[in-house]
């Protein structure tokens, strides 16, 4: 039997809601065989990130380089990098294995608004854009990104503004941008796709629930793996959203400590 087989390369949460756990927990959850490749560790709960210990970049390196030397891999996910000398690292190692369906997520900020990376990671996940197939900030990411901006400065408030961001990042080399709107404040959770071509909206409920750490995480996981499995794009990114609802959706009475716990990873194979 075979299984696409996923690689993860981002920062590990020891509570279980965000980064590689869950990543490698969507992954099974799409019937995909996980591999991680850690980038960074981290204190974390459902309250927050309480510190950080990034990974020498050599070593992320090798285990990157570890992990195409033996198997086939389908498709790559990228998160939490680390820090610049790591996005080198990793830039080499997977652009030396030749990796295809590469999903960028620049994470910067986590669920919780705790800072992930830094105006040090602006210009080497830039350099990383041409690498990725497709790349999902949020609109705080995207507006870092795209113009420096931190914070509100010029995030977005519609999907006109949405779009700017888009073709600004399309601009910086990037082949497909998802920018996912959870920030706005009213309406259904929309994302918008701008595969370099054309534009794709992708809209759900919006959920009432706490339990949103690791959501994030979470879709661009769940987008990997289903291109991994031979998806299109945007047949790629309606799986992943529709999934990701439902996830939220069965996740919302869940109690996993005294802050923000993650979605139901497994909604769709066990209560």
Request: charged share 15%.
């Amino acid at each position: 039997m075979a299984y696409a087989k996923i690689l993860s390369i981002a920062g590990s949460d020891p509570s279980g809601g965000a980064g590689i756990q869950a990543d490698l927990k969507t992954f099974a959850a799409f019937g995909c065989y996980g591999m991680a490749a850690i980038s960074a560790l981290t204190a974390q709960n459902t309250r927050g990130v309480q510190a950080v210990s990034v990974v020498p970049a050599d070593f992320v390196k090798r285990q990157i380089e570890s992990v195409f030397a033996d198997i086939a891999v389908d498709a790559v996910k990228i998160g939490m990098i680390g820090g610049p000398a790591n996005a080198f690292a990793i830039a080499e190692a997977l652009a030396g294995a030749r990796a295809k369906n590469i999903v960028l997520d620049p994470v910067l900020v986590a669920t919780s608004g705790d800072a992930l990376g830094g105006p040090a990671m602006r210009a080497p996940l830039q350099k990383m854009l041409p690498l990725a197939r497709l790349t999902t900030p949020n609109l705080v990411e995207a507006a870092i990104l795209a113009d420096g901006a931190s914070g509100g400065e010029k995030l977005a408030r519609g999907v006109e503004d949405m779009r700017a961001l888009a073709l600004r990042l399309c601009a910086l080399g990037a082949p497909a941008v998802l920018i996912k709107g959870g920030h706005l404040s009213e309406g259904d959770a929309l994302d918008l796709l701008y595969d370099g071509e054309n534009f794709a909206e992708f809209t759900a409920p919006r959920i009432k629930t706490r339990n949103t750490h690791g959501t994030g995480c979470a879709l661009s996981s769940a987008i990997a793996a289903l291109l991994g499995q031979g998806r299109g794009l945007s047949e790629a990114v309606g799986g992943a959203k529709a999934w990701l609802t439902r996830a939220l959706q069965a996740g919302a009475d869940v109690h996993i400590g005294a802050g923000h716990g993650p979605p139901h990873h497994f909604c769709d194979l066990w209560p």
